[in-house]
């Protein structure tokens, strides 16, 4: 056998034109991070609905108020989608993920700590924000492997896990 043919490391050396010469190793951690993003997205949706019980008596206002949380995210999230799908085509998938992230980050901290509601309300709006960037660019990162069917299994797990947990606290 001449050296040529002998096989220098992994199998599956590159994943696309974004990220050339990436490994196995790599490869996993990008699917790591990208399957948190697509996790955080609609996790971050739902849990605003299970603490809002919560939100409306540290806040003193009504369900009223309080709904603009869920409704706010989820306009800006659903509105945003389209564009930052452009954004990925535009500048990486890679780059909308990991900038969605990195924000999704600062502003969950921010939203933590809002004194009030309307601070808390303008925080949702960037984490929507900030979402609408991950996810999008996550699904098309891995869109025609087989790793895109843990998306689907991931993004439902985000929706739904919060209830679960939450119905078993008061049991």
Same mark, same amino acid.
């Given at each position: 056998m001449?050296?040529? @043919?002998?096989?220098? /490391?992994?199998?599956?050396?590159?994943v696309?034109s974004?990220?050339? $010469?990436?490994t196995l190793?790599?490869?996993?951690l990008i699917?790591?991070?990208v399957?948190? $993003?697509?996790?955080?997205?609609?996790l971050?949706?739902?849990?605003i609905?299970?603490?809002?019980?919560?939100?409306?008596?540290?806040?003193? =206002?009504?369900?009223?108020?309080a $709904?603009?949380?869920?409704?706010?995210?989820?306009?800006?999230m659903?509105? %945003?989608q389209p564009l930052? /799908?452009?954004l990925?085509?535009s500048f $990486?998938?890679r780059t909308?993920v990991? #900038? /969605?992230?990195?924000i999704?980050?600062?502003? #969950?901290?921010?939203a933590?700590?809002?004194?009030? %509601?309307? =601070?808390?309300l303008?925080?949702?709006v &960037?984490q929507?924000v #900030?979402a609408?960037?991950?996810?999008?660019s996550?699904?098309?990162t891995?869109?025609?492997t087989p790793?895109f069917g &843990?998306? @689907?299994?991931?993004s439902?797990? /985000?929706s739904?896990i919060?209830?679960?947990?939450?119905?078993?606290?008061k049991?």
């Amino acid at each position: 056998m001449t050296p040529e @043919a002998e096989p220098t /490391g992994p199998v599956r050396q590159e994943v696309d034109s974004e990220t050339p $010469g990436l490994t196995l190793r790599g490869e996993r951690l990008i699917l790591l991070t990208v399957m948190l $993003g697509v996790f955080l997205a609609p996790l971050n949706s739902t849990m605003i609905a299970v603490a809002l019980p919560d939100i409306m008596l540290d806040f003193d =206002v009504g369900i009223s108020s309080a $709904g603009w949380l869920i409704t706010a995210y989820l306009i800006a999230m659903a509105s %945003l989608q389209p564009l930052a /799908g452009e954004l990925g085509d535009s500048f $990486g998938h890679r780059t909308m993920v990991l #900038s /969605g992230l990195s924000i999704f980050g600062l502003v #969950s901290i921010g939203a933590a700590l809002a004194p009030s %509601l309307t =601070v808390l309300l303008v925080f949702r709006v &960037l984490q929507a924000v #900030s979402a609408a960037l991950i996810v999008p660019s996550g699904c098309s990162t891995w869109n025609t492997t087989p790793a895109f069917g &843990l998306f @689907a299994k991931t993004s439902t797990h /985000g929706s739904c896990i919060l209830f679960v947990i939450k119905s078993r606290a008061k049991y």
